[in-house]
Nanobody, 112 residues
Framework: QVQLAESGGGLVQAGGSLRLSCAASESIFSINAMAWYRQAPGKRRELVASITKGGSTNYADSVKGRFTISRDNAKNTVYLQMNSLKPEDTAAYLC??????WGQGTQVTVSS
């Protein structure tokens, strides 16, 4: 069973940046796709970005050009670099593997 631990969330002003990390308890080399989701209070969980083992990426329209997902297989870690943050980016951000594992999430709050 893979355990995922997110970190890097916090409070930031609009226009600022944060980098989230998702550390896996075992090798992610064989995991085909990993992703970041987010969920704001009263809203559905939504896909933010995903990355395959081969490095192909996919982004929600709302974050294209501002967020970048990457993975470091040697460190068993997936990252989400978030720039030009907006108040509507405020949510709990969760890491996910295509094998069905979820992390506990890290809170991102963007003040206006």
């Amino acid at each position: 069973q893979v355990q995922l631990a997110e970190s890097g969330g916090g409070l930031v002003q609009a226009g600022g940046s944060l980098r989230l990390s998702c550390a896996a308890s075992e090798s992610i080399f064989s995991i085909n796709a990993m992703a970041w989701y987010r969920q704001a209070p009263g809203k559905r969980r939504e896909l933010v970005a995903s990355i395959t083992k081969g490095g192909s990426t996919n982004y929600a329209d709302s974050v294209k050009g501002r967020f970048t997902i990457s993975r470091d297989n040697a460190k068993n870690t997936v990252y989400l670099q978030m720039n030009s943050l907006k108040p509507e980016d405020t949510a709990a951000y969760l890491c996910h593997t295509d094998s069905g594992y979820w992390g506990q999430g890290t809170q991102v709050t963007v003040s206006s």
